[in-house]
């Protein structure tokens, strides 16, 4: 398994401009989330999802869109680049059962709006 | 969730045993404690969870006050690759918020030879 993918690792964008941050997992997990790290911050989480088709905000979706067509995909959207958008984005999933909910992350995309 | 209280930095010799302490005195009678650390430019790693009893896996060991007011987690033998931030998360499984961690600054070990 490769677990939790993301890509780019780096990107830079003009501010205005829009960009797709692709996430995969192939470990058939129901539950996956997006969270931005700032730097010396902790992860703050943007939008989550339980399945297919549903999707719901975190603490900071502003500037962000998400959809979830399929099980093994969570893509996030930003429509108009802000330089406070400036951060480390990572995906991750899980598969929630009792008490465990344990996460898995991805490698990060860092991006940088100038 | 219960808000958790770590020590912002703390050292340790390599080899030696980390014991990283979180403080959750609000902590509800469902809610569990989960554990996660990130290495530097990493995303976050899963270490260990539990809910009243001590908890031990090839990783680390957890120790919980029978209170559940605060816990502890130990590195039994620290090495250099587990210089990490570790952050404590208090939060129940399931319902509305299923899934969702709230991670807050968390602990920086630096582990030193």
């Known amino acids: 398994n490769a677990g939790v993918t993301q890509t780019p690792k780096f990107r830079i964008l003009k501010i205005g401009q829009s960009m797709t941050l692709q996430c995969t997992q192939d470990?058939?997990?129901?539950?996956m989330y997006w969270y931005r790290q700032d730097p010396g911050m902790g992860l703050k989480l943007i939008y989550y999802?339980?399945?297919?088709?549903?999707?719901d905000k975190g603490e900071v979706p502003n500037g962000y869109n998400v959809s979830r067509s399929t099980t093994e995909d969570f893509p996030l959207r930003l429509e108009l680049a802000a330089p406070s958008q400036t951060s480390v984005y990572f995906c991750?999933?899980?598969?929630?059962?009792?008490?465990?909910?344990?996460?898995?992350f991805g490698p990060g995309t860092r991006l940088l709006v100038l | 969730d219960a808000k958790t209280t770590q020590p912002t930095s703390m050292d340790c010799a390599e080899g030696r045993a980390a014991n990283l302490p979180c403080n959750h005195s609000?902590?509800?009678?469902?809610?569990?404690v989960y554990w996660y650390r990130q290495i530097h430019s990493q995303g976050p790693q899963y270490i260990i969870h539990?809910?009243?009893n001590n908890e031990t896996n090839e990783m680390a060991s957890l120790i919980i006050t029978e209170d559940r007011k605060s816990s502890t987690l130990i590195l039994p033998h620290a090495t250099l690759r587990d210089t990490a931030v570790y952050y404590c998360?208090?939060?129940?499984?399931?319902?509305?918020?299923?899934?969702?961690?709230?991670f807050g600054q968390g602990t920086i070990l630096t582990v030193h030879p």
């Open positions: 991750a999933s899980s598969y929630p059962t009792g008490g465990k909910e344990t996460q898995y």
């Open positions: 470990m058939n997990h129901n539950y």
């Open positions: 999802s339980v399945g297919a088709g549903i999707t």
């Open positions: 609000t902590i509800s009678g469902n809610e569990y």
């Open positions: 539990g809910l009243k």
């Open positions: 998360i208090v939060r129940v499984p399931g319902g509305t918020s299923y899934g969702k961690l709230t």
